[in-house]
């Protein structure tokens, strides 16, 4: 039974154990995202502004949509309500690190004579992390922009990924770059935000994709970042996951995964660890021990 959220005072209207059950459920379901009890409260006040923007009458009327399949707007706007996009340009700056020395750096010989390095942010969110890693390419590499080397970002967020190819951001977000990157890659934009350089942007596409659907994909990749997105899917989904990268991570290809994540399941056998929340696929000849 739905409690109606009346439009004057939806801080007094509660969401129903049985609503909460429906929209956990699809949440799992749908996106592999888990949802908190104790993020109910949370939960709610987004649904109520969700209400208003789409102009539905009550929460019931909003999940019987979604649930028959026709709530097309209805399922795309749920999506913020359900994630964080929390992030920031080199967050857990050890892994930037670790990618340029572990990952670039013994192949710049072969990157200049025309080899090929993919890498993907996986749950980019508004592209930090995609621009945290051109920045860190462009450092070691000048000339990465006219060499073969692409940077596939995608989030299930069609809204965030909007914002994301803009590639402009408050001032404040640029303390987070280092110095020397910061003065040659981004430039004024308003009078409180700056734009990324072309260099940057250029070596990024931008997707929207479902970690728990279908990925039209082909790789290999040579890096995969993906962090502070399992954190939020159960056990099972995380386990799923972490074998599906392992599937598509070049020889010695490195996974790197948030702070609070652990590769978990059969992937255990498949990706060793190489440091702090960074993982690297281990060879066939290592994994049967000859
Ligand atoms: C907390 S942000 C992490 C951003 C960045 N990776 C970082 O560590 O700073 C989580 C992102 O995962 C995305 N996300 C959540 N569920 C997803 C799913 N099922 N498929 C793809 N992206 C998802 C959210 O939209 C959000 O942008």
């Known amino acids: 039974m739905t409690l109606l959220a009346p439009r004057d005072s939806p801080a007094e209207a509660l969401l129903s154990d049985a609503d909460f059950a429906r929209i956990a459920e699809y949440s799992r379901r749908e996106?592999?995202?888990?949802?908190?009890?104790?993020?109910?409260?949370?939960?709610?006040?987004?649904?109520?502004?969700?209400?208003?923007?789409?102009?539905?009458?009550?929460?019931?009327?909003?999940?019987?949509?979604?649930?028959?399949?026709?709530?097309g707007p209805e399922r795309e706007a749920l999506i913020p309500a359900l994630t964080t996009n929390v992030t920031s340009f080199f967050?857990?700056?050890?892994?930037?690190?670790?990618?340029?020395?572990?990952?670039?750096?013994?192949?710049?010989?072969?990157?200049?004579?025309?080899?090929?390095l993919r890498i993907w942010s996986a749950g980019c969110s508004e592209g930090q992390e995609p621009c945290s890693i051109a920045m860190t390419v462009l450092d070691l590499l000048p000339e990465a922009p006219r060499l073969n080397i692409r940077i596939l970002a995608t989030d299930i967020d069609a809204k965030i990924l909007a914002r994301a190819r803009i590639g402009r951001y408050p001032v404040a977000e640029a303390q987070s770059i280092p110095a020397t990157l910061r003065a040659a890659f981004s430039r004024p934009a308003g009078a409180d935000h700056f734009a990324l350089d072309e260099r940057v942007t250029g070596m990024i596409r931008f997707a929207a994709l479902n970690l728990v659907e279908s990925w039209p994909l082909r790789g290999p990749f040579d890096a995969i970042f993906c962090r502070n997105v399992a954190i939020y899917f159960d056990k099972p989904t995380q386990a799923r996951l972490w074998s599906r990268f392992a599937e598509?991570?070049?020889?010695?290809?490195?996974?790197?995964?948030?702070?609070?994540?652990?590769?978990?399941?059969?992937?255990?056998?498949?990706?060793?660890?190489?440091?702090?929340?960074?993982?690297q696929l281990t060879s066939a000849a290592e994994r049967t021990g000859s």
Not at 264 to 275: E, F, N, Q, R, V
Request: net charge positive.
């Open 31 to 71: 996106f592999g995202l888990f949802q908190q009890e104790n993020k109910r409260q949370l939960l709610h006040s987004r649904l109520l502004r969700l209400l208003a923007d789409l102009d539905c009458p009550d929460i019931a009327t909003f999940l019987d949509r979604l649930e028959s399949g026709v709530g």
């Open 248 to 279: 598509l991570l070049a020889p010695g290809g490195m996974l790197f995964i948030g702070h609070s994540e652990r590769v978990s399941g059969p992937a255990a056998g498949l990706l060793s660890s190489a440091g702090i929340t960074a993982y």
């Open 91 to 116: 967050r857990e700056a050890h892994h930037f690190r670790q990618f340029s020395d572990g990952v670039l750096h013994p192949r710049l010989g072969d990157l200049r004579r025309g080899g090929r």
